[in-house]
């Protein structure tokens, strides 16, 4: 394969960690809409779509610590950090590219390299999901699943009712991101590219960056 116009941005831990966590989502996702409304879906019994919640959880929670494991050991977790000197800058550069500049032709102002991954709005929203909402989504679930065993918890963070509220807030939340994350990864040099990078670890390489961009990043010169 002619990797030539192309570049490693995605390693191969990430790639495997991404499509774990995707499919984990999806049916948590399925057996959570189950669970919640179990007098008017019908996808799966009531206890089969509980078994199925609480294996998967656990499956994404593991996952969730490989992630945090590698991003802090290797020292990439500041790719989740935004700079706030250029922030809002680069993030209003970008909602204008996601809202109009895409459909003119307009070339993506953010410019993307192993060491540069996401664009401002992405960092923000990542790293409130990974490092806030996730977390309290994992955290909601576990006392979900014993209650009893973590009574003393649940009570000072205001009952079970809270906990289940937080939960099913988040449910709904991470629901949403999924539709939104898919269709913003459509919008690459063709509609495909940014799908096929997570499983080759190649993203297209191109030279139209501005010139702004190109001296805060040396690397693309």
């Known amino acids: 394969m002619n990797h030539d116009n192309q570049i490693y941005v995605h390693p191969a831990p990430v790639r495997i960690w991404h ?16 669970i919640r409304y179990a007098d008017i879906l019908n996808l799966l019994p009531l206890q089969n779509a509980i078994t199925v919640h609480n294996y998967v959880g656990f499956a994404v929670i593991f996952n969730y610590f490989l992630w945090l494991i590698y991003y802090i050991g290797s020292g990439k977790i500041r790719i989740y950090i935004p700079d706030l000197r250029t922030f809002v800058s680069k993030a209003i550069k970008q909602m204008k590219y996601y809202g109009y500049g895409y459909f003119k032709g ?18 923000k929203a990542y790293l409130a999901i990974m490092l806030i909402l996730l977390p309290a989504q994992m955290i909601s679930g576990v006392f979900l699943w014993k209650i009893k065993g973590y009574q003393d918890y649940i009570n000072i963070l205001g009952g079970i009712k809270v906990i289940d509220t937080i939960h099913v807030l ?3 939340i991470f629901t949403s991101f999924i539709f939104v994350h898919c269709y913003l990864a459509t919008l690459g040099h063709t509609p495909t590219a940014h799908f096929k ?10 030279e139209e960056h501005d010139e702004e961009e190109i ?3 040396p690397q693309l010169n």
């Open 197 to 206: 990078a997570m499983f080759t670890g190649f993203e297209d390489h191109h």
């Open 19 to 34: 499509w774990i966590n995707a499919f984990g989502f999806i049916i948590l996702i399925f057996t959570g809409f189950q």
């Open 170 to 172: 988040l449910f709904f």
């Open 106 to 123: 307009d070339p993506n102002p953010h410019a993307m390299t192993p060491e540069n991954k996401f664009n401002a709005p992405q960092q």
């Open 215 to 217: 001296l805060e990043n």
